[in-house]
């Protein structure tokens, strides 16, 4: 009957971690500083001086973040776009920061910590 059992437990699909919400600056620089942010097409650091500054599709990317009430507020500049002011709810998961943009309504990117 154990057996059985064992195997029953063995045989049930595994939940997948969730996402922690990053909840202060301190806790996100202890993430991500000295470190560069990548996926689909972007390479990204994030100084502790509120700075942003990488490569995204081949351009080159400025931009600057502040923490506000909670959320990682950033600005983005390009050769072919700039992003206004948004500010966004930030969760990690091992390697993986997200970035859920409109304070958590909006669109989620996920990038890898390197």
Do not use: H
Request: glycine share 14%; net charge positive.
């Amino acid at each position: 009957m154990r057996i059985l059992f064992a195997l029953l437990l063995l045989a049930l699909p595994v939940p997948a971690a969730a996402f922690e919400r990053v909840a202060d600056r301190g806790a996100f620089l202890a993430l991500v500083e000295g470190k560069r942010l990548t996926g689909d097409g972007v390479s990204l650091r994030v100084g502790r001086d509120g700075s942003i500054a990488g490569r995204g599709f081949g351009f080159r990317v400025t931009g600057g973040w502040s923490w506000q009430d909670g959320y990682f507020c950033r600005t983005l500049q390009s050769a072919i776009r700039d992003f206004p002011l948004n500010c966004q709810v930030v969760a990690v998961r091992g390697d993986v920061v997200r970035f859920v943009a409109d304070r958590g309504a909006g669109d989620v990117a996920d990038l890898r910590i390197r």
